[in-house]
């Protein structure tokens, strides 16, 4: 009998164990993770877009977190103070650089740590022979036009610098990111396939593109349109009344049917212009603001894209019902904590 009890105790107390092990394993599982956790890379990226694309490719094994809020003038943007803390905790800052964001990279290089690396993806992205210069972006003042990723190819080239960077920094997930980027790889042929396909169906004599904010240069250059003009100045002011004059005479020449405004950039010069030389008004193109909030499908950049498509291709006389197929999802599985300021 006592056997038979003391098999009884020992039964009981290895299911006590068991159970302990059962429930503890969800500790045991968690610190694990807080483990894995605190073993990521900190990522701090400025404007959306590129956000976004950091997002397509670290997904979930990387900590992530923008700077730049959405629906703000990113060239003249100041970072508070208080990101001098995010910045010093940061393995890797990812900037668009071609002097967007020069407050927020002096912010970046007197706060991050020695062995942090500051990764400026327009500058690795094209030559200086490639830079582009135009109203808002004279060549005498030296900066080029920054706005590299309204062209996805180049988007996809950002992709694949943050892959570089991000298996330098992190090889034991090579595998993931190179998964991540082989998606988007496929998104981006999809999307730039969908563009070539809807700005095919505009007349050619409306190939062209006079915007408020001139953020598609390299977009134009791409997919064969022509930039006529940029109403917004080099130093972000109000065009003079001789230049507005211009533009007038520019649209009403052309026939344009259409001018481009910017969500971020209200422009009761622009709308006089469209009234002026009787072209429609399109007040919602963007360059960094997101469509939807974070968390909607279609918060990424290539939705952005997309939405500028299905935005500026009809204005112009075309069809852009083929952008409708285009996969604007994240390529990685699950929500990656990514932080997008609002
Ligand atoms: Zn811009």
């Known amino acids: ?20 092990a059962a429930c503890g394993g969800g500790t045991a599982d968690q610190s694990q ?4 956790e605190d073993q990521l890379l900190t990522v701090v990226t400025t404007v959306s877009p590129i956000t976004s694309i950091v997002e397509n490719i670290g997904g979930s094994r990387i900590r992530l977190e923008g700077v730049v809020p959405e629906g703000v003038n990113s060239h003249t943007f100041e970072p508070v103070p208080s990101m001098a803390k995010l910045m010093s905790e940061a393995d890797l800052i990812i900037i668009n650089g071609l002097f967007l964001e020069e407050p927020t990279l002096a912010l970046a290089e007197s706060n991050k740590r020695d062995d942090a690396v500051i990764l400026s993806l327009g500058d690795q992205a094209v030559t200086k022979e490639n830079w582009q210069f135009d109203f808002t972006f004279p060549e005498a003042a030296g900066h080029p036009n920054p706005h590299l990723w309204p062209d996805p190819n180049l988007g996809l080239r950002y992709a694949e610098l943050v892959y570089d960077q991000l298996v330098a ?7 993931y990111y190179a998964k991540n980027l082989a998606g988007f790889r496929v998104r981006v042929k999809q999307l730039d396939e969908a563009i070539r396909a809807a700005v095919a169906t505009v ?9 408020y904010h001139d953020s598609w240069a390299y977009f134009a250059k791409q997919y064969g349109m022509e930039v006529i003009g940029a109403v917004q100045p080099s130093n972000f002011s109000q065009p003079s009344v001789k230049e507005v004059a211009g533009l007038i005479d520019q649209v009403k020449s052309l026939g ?4 481009f ?5 209200p422009s009761d010069v622009l709308e006089a ?3 002026e030389s009787d072209a429609q008004f399109v007040d919602d193109l963007a360059d960094d603001d997101l469509p939807g909030k974070p968390g909607d499908p279609e918060h990424s950049y290539l939705g952005l894209m997309r939405q500028n498509l299905v935005v500026m291709i009809p204005a112009l006389g075309g069809d852009a019902s083929v952008m409708a197929d285009v996969d604007v999802r994240n390529v990685f599985d699950g929500p990656s904590g990514a932080i997008y300021p609002q």
């Open 256 to 259: 344009l049917p259409a001018v």
């Open 261 to 265: 405004g910017s969500e971020v950039f």
């Open 169 to 175: 920094m992190d090889p034991k997930n090579a595998e």
């Open 203 to 211: 007349p050619e004599q409306n190939r062209k593109l006079l915007t």
């Open 33 to 36: 993770d807080g483990n894995q």
């Open 273 to 275: 212009i469209a009234r």
């Open 1 to 20: 009998m006592e056997n038979i009890f003391a098999g009884v105790k020992l039964w009981a107390l290895l299911f006590t164990v068991l159970a302990i």
